[in-house]
């Protein structure tokens, strides 16, 4: 399943959470100073959650090293609670819709780190890690559950204790889900810090789960920065070197896909979040580099018909390359599907003369291409493919 529709079938198949929003409300004062501050993911977008975030930050830090709870606290934080509740919005009995429409920043983290295992509670979970990142920093949402965690791990209070060790159990998902793009230096000093204090505490369990997560991301990490360019081997020795069109366009339809393959599964969930927000290149590593890939092999198709000097050469290659399209759409690639086409419909080429059959069966193809009613033609497809599958990026990083 392509994962832009991870994101919208993991908030879809969750009743209480698919639509998540502000609802007004003037019933209650204190509800209205709440959602004067809270998040809406639909309707108000991420720059509500910003200028809440802004607005915390004014008040209060979020210190590293909890300070011990006091029960005679008059203004409790939000990461102070257990109960979560006075910090969330939800709908009224007469309105439609998901329970829950928003929150302090805070208060959903809270919610987040609940020890609920109730269906909607642990659908919220998945959600809120898949989504955080259009309202928060990854550095910053570890700080706060750092210092909720350290914070009720010194009570004494056992209800406290054991929502510090729910918290835990968030943080160290929120760790193995980091990209490569949020693993800075700063922040990997901070894990192997937490690390070496939980093991110093006698939390040998604990700090066992954590490094694993940290040194698995590390190891990621160093793999990304020393990818160097695959050397293929020579498979045979032949009197002439092989061509394009020694090869059947099924061979070069899958090869195509296991290079494409390749590139999609190293891109993570939080670089199209960050792409959508902030659209830096330094930021999606992966998914940059997936799009380049796209953009070589239609300039390799491009060069490799004009690079013939007779018609019929050029014509044997344009057909070659059709036969391989129908391949790779019952891949299920179109990614290298569209890559093909966008070639073979590039100005350069259609402006040489061919065959009527041939610019007919390209015209066809073109279809899928279409820009209209936000590339239905494509979506429309793309959902009524079987999965597994390897999408056009393009669409997906201009809709979203």
């Known amino acids: 399943m392509p994962f832009s529709f991870l994101v919208l079938s993991c908030l879809s198949k969750c009743s209480s959470f698919q639509q998540l929003a502000i609802m007004p409300s003037a019933s209650n004062s204190k509800a209205d100073a709440l959602r004067e501050k809270s998040i809406s993911f639909i309707e108000q977008g991420s720059d509500a959650v910003e200028r809440d975030d ?4 004014k008040r209060s830090s979020v210190p590293l090293e909890g300070a011990e709870y006091t029960s005679g606290s ?3 934080r939000p990461l102070d609670a257990l109960d979560s509740t006075p910090y969330l919005i939800f709908k009224k009995e007469e309105e439609e819709g998901p329970d829950l429409r928003g929150g302090t ?3 959903l983290i809270v919610l987040a780190a609940s020890r609920s295992k109730s269906q909607n509670d642990l659908l919220y979970q998945e959600a809120f890690l898949i989504t955080y990142r259009t309202f928060i920093d990854s550095r910053e949402l570890i700080d706060k559950l750092l210092y909720r965690y350290r914070k009720f791990s010194r009570c004494g209070d056992s209800a406290r204790k054991r929502s510090s060790r729910s918290t835990f159990s968030l943080l160290v998902r ?3 889900e980091l990209s490569v793009s949020d693993l800075r230096d700063d922040l990997v000093r901070l894990l192997t810090d937490l690390v070496f204090q939980l093991l110093c505490d006698g939390e040998l369990r604990l700090g066992k789960v954590l490094r694993s997560k940290v040194l698995e991301k590390y190891e990621s990490r160093r793999s990304f920065a020393s990818r160097e360019a695959l050397l293929l081997p020579s498979i045979a020795v032949a009197s002439r ?3 394009l069109l020694d090869f059947k366009a099924e061979h070069i339809a899958e090869q195509m896909t296991l290079l494409d393959a390749d590139l999609f599964q190293k891109i993570e969930i939080a670089e199209m979040l960050l792409w959508a927000k902030e659209q830096s290149e330094d930021l999606s590593p992966n998914l940059t580099e997936f799009t380049e890939h796209f953009n070589n092999v239609s300039y390799w198709v491009r060069s490799k018909i004009l690079q013939q000097d007779d018609a019929k050469d050029r014509e044997r290659y344009l057909l070659r390359f059709v036969k391989a399209m129908k391949h790779l759409r019952k891949l299920n690639n179109f990614n290298s599907y569209l890559a093909l086409l966008s070639a073979l419909d590039s100005a350069p080429v259609r402006r040489l003369d061919w065959p009527k ?3 007919e069966t390209l015209s066809e193809y073109c279809e899928l291409i ?3 009613a936000s590339f239905r033609a494509y979506r429309l497809a793309l959902a009524e493919t079987e999965p597994p599958c390897i999408p056009y990026m393009w669409v997906v990083k201009a809709l979203g």
């Not at 802004?54 to 930050?57: L, S, V």
């Open 74 to 76: 008059s203004e409790e």
């Open 370 to 372: 279409d820009s209209s």
């Open 357 to 359: 059959q041939t610019t």
């Open 174 to 176: 929120v760790v193995s």
């Open 105 to 107: 920043v805070d208060g």
């Open 241 to 243: 070197p092989m061509v």
């Open 54 to 57: 802004r607005n915390q930050k």
